[in-house]
């Protein structure tokens, strides 16, 4: 699972694809409310074999789970996951029931 933030600047989470490509449709959306989604194409930086890969949401809340979809500019999926989303800090405490 990937911990997202709350923020609404720019920011990052790391993957390993099944191909490693520099260009890939991201698409994220809340599990809660599905009006709450991120569609577009994005550049991302490879390195030793994970994609980074940068995004910026308004709608992001604490607590909430999202669904993460990255698929080829072909439109195959290369990966795929959950996102928790908080700003706690102490993380090895923190437990997730779904």
């Not at 933030?5 to 099944?18: A, C, G, L, N, Y």
Request: include cysteine; charge should be negative.
């Amino acid at each position: 699972m990937i911990i997202i933030k709350t923020q609404v600047t720019e920011q990052s989470f790391k993957v390993m694809p099944r191909e490693l490509t520099e260009n890939v449709n991201l698409y994220l959306v809340d599990k809660e409310q599905e009006d709450n989604v991120i569609n577009e194409n994005v550049l991302v930086t490879i390195e030793n074999g994970f994609i980074n890969v940068p995004f910026t949401a308004s709608f992001l809340k604490e607590g909430r789970k999202y669904h993460i979809r990255i698929d080829n500019l072909s439109g195959v999926r290369i990966w795929q996951g959950l996102a928790l989303c908080t700003d706690k800090t102490d993380l090895q405490n923190y437990k997730i029931y779904e």
